[in-house]
């Protein structure tokens, strides 16, 4: 089996949908000590409106420290919608970007105010003059498996977006599974499909836990060999532009269960345990996350 990259979008994903504004430093904290557990990927933050999306406002801020005192080889990623948010992603030192555009029109509309079809073109030349950069990018269909306002997506809409990238030579693609609609059979054809496009298509997969099949749409990805995982510490967070906003999978939760197959036992399981209860601390409420309350399966088994 191909390495598992584990993604870690607590930072942006997580906070996103939050009121209540975490400090600089306080995400600092969390960002870097999930980065010493030894996932691959840190999303620090999304290069959007700080006036729409408060919570993101010092995204800038906390790449510039992290790259200028960074202790580990984790690659600190930002998410960006425009050229603007890319111009802001390489004035301040992001090694990958994510880019995305959404296949359900309302979304798209909200998220971004343009069309799908306008804004897909717009993510193809921001992600091609961000490789030209020598950056890594990340490109995704968002909405890719429904859309809480218009219901279903259809299939071969994603497919079309999907081919336009790679015809732009953008190979690293995601399928965002924004509204939580996605089921282990839907998702499996429609990464067998994506895969499928060209030899040398890398899939990420990105869920919500909405319905309760988060992890199970993980497992299915997996068994068609989809290789990179976006999750969120102690299952925080939801896109603020659909319809029912609900968590992504724990990062911590995912990791034990990949550990439990004997896979990423690198990764330091009971660090992430500590940032999520630290999280939960925070917002002095109950994350939708399980192993932070639980402890890791395979650490009880152990003792």
């Not at 509204?179 to 990105?206: K, N, Y």
Request: charged residues 20%; negative net charge; glycine residues 10%.
């Amino acid at each position: 089996m191909k390495h598992i990259v584990v993604h870690e979008v607590g930072p942006r994903d997580g906070l996103q949908m939050e009121r209540q504004v975490v400090p600089t430093d306080t995400k600092e904290d969390w960002i870097r000590r999930t980065m010493e557990s030894g996932v691959d990927i840190v999303q620090v933050g999304s290069f959007v409106h700080p006036v729409k999306v408060p919570q993101m406002a010092d995204t800038d801020e906390l790449v510039k420290r992290l790259v200028a005192d960074k202790r580990s080889e984790v690659t600190l990623a930002g998410l960006a919608l425009n050229e603007r948010g890319v111009e802001r992603g390489m004035e301040c030192g992001v090694e990958m970007f994510c880019l995305g555009a959404s296949a359900s029109e309302t979304h798209s509309l909200k998220n971004t105010r343009m069309p799908s079809m306008d804004a897909t073109r717009r993510i193809i030349g921001a992600g091609q003059e961000v490789l030209q950069a020598g950056k890594k990018v990340q490109v995704s269909v968002q909405s890719a498996f429904g859309c809480g306002f218009e219901g279903p997506i259809a299939e071969e809409r994603v497919l079309e977006m999907a081919s336009a990238y790679v015809e732009a030579g953008l190979y690293n693609i995601s399928l965002a599974d924004t509204a939580g609609h996605a089921h282990p059979a839907q998702v499996e054809r429609l990464f067998s499909a994506v895969l499928a496009l060209d030899p040398q298509v890398e899939c990420t997969s990105h869920f919500h836990n909405t319905y309760g099949l988060g992890m199970a749409n993980i497992m299915a990805a997996l068994r068609v060999g989809v290789t990179s995982f976006e999750t969120s510490f102690a299952g925080l967070g939801g896109c603020p532009f659909t319809k029912v906003a609900a968590g992504n999978v724990a990062t911590e939760d995912f990791v034990n269960a990949l550990q439990l197959q004997g896979l990423r036992e690198d990764i330091d399981v009971d660090r992430l345990i500590s940032v999520a209860g630290d999280v939960a601390g925070f917002f002095a409420r109950e994350m939708p996350g399980c192993v932070y309350k639980t402890g890791a399966l395979r650490s009880k088994e152990a003792a």
